[in-house]
Every structure is written in C-alpha cells, then in structure tokens.
Nanobody, 120 residues
C-alpha cells in the first residue's frame, strides 16, 4: 500500500523555484493531524539527509543548507505537506522523499520519492 504520494518534482534553473507536494490519501484525517511530516533527500552517492520537518503543532526544523531558501508547510484538511524551494542551487539536485512520523505510536512511512534537478 502506498501511504505517501509525492508530486511536483522536475527541473528548475539555478536561482529558480519549485514546489513539491506529498499527499497521504489513505490516512484518516484525525490521524494525519498527529503526524510530524518531513522531507528528506538523497543525491547520487550520498546518504539520505533531512531537509525539513514540521510537527503536528506547526513547529518547523530545517537543515542548515536550506535555511532561508526552503519552506515547509502543511494543509491538514488536504492531508498534504509542501516544500517550497526558492533560490535553488545545483547541489539541491536529489530525489526528495516524503516522510511521516506518528507522534503517538512512532510508526513511520516513506514516499517513493520525486526527482528534483537544478540546472546551472
């Protein structure tokens, strides 16, 4: 079963913007509210790293490399989390994975990833 579905990946020019989304179509709305949602990325030959997270109460956390450029947000009614990439850099090129963590049960899920490519 696919619990998290990413969309919006593609190609952006350096300095440009892109928004990626992650929807949880199978998650009950009341359960979605209690999840920390996050975005991670993995570039070729590199380990997966945290990009940004947002808790059920809206507290955000960012990797130093994206602070001031990326914004994570969530729309609980749509069971969707977004990542706005601004001032994109070629080093942002990676597969971006959506992640959910249930704050009560600590169960987690991963999306299948969406490719983001920033050309110089």
């Amino acid at each position: 079963q696919v619990h998290l579905v990413e969309s919006g990946g593609g190609v952006a020019q350096a300095g440009g913007s892109l928004r990626i989304s992650c929807k949880a179509p199978r998650t009950i709305l009341s359960v979605y509210w209690q999840k920390t949602m996050g975005w991670y990325r993995q570039a070729p030959g590199s380990q997966r790293e945290m990009v940004a997270t947002i808790t059920s109460s809206g507290i955000t956390n960012y990797a130093e490399s994206v602070k001031g450029r990326f914004t994570i947000s969530r729309d609980n009614g749509k069971k969707t989390v977004y990542l706005q990439l601004n001032s994109a850099k070629p080093e942002d090129t990676a597969v971006y994975f959506c992640h959910s963590l249930d704050e009560s049960t600590m169960s987690e899920d991963w999306g299948q990833g969406t490719q983001v490519t920033v050309s110089s």
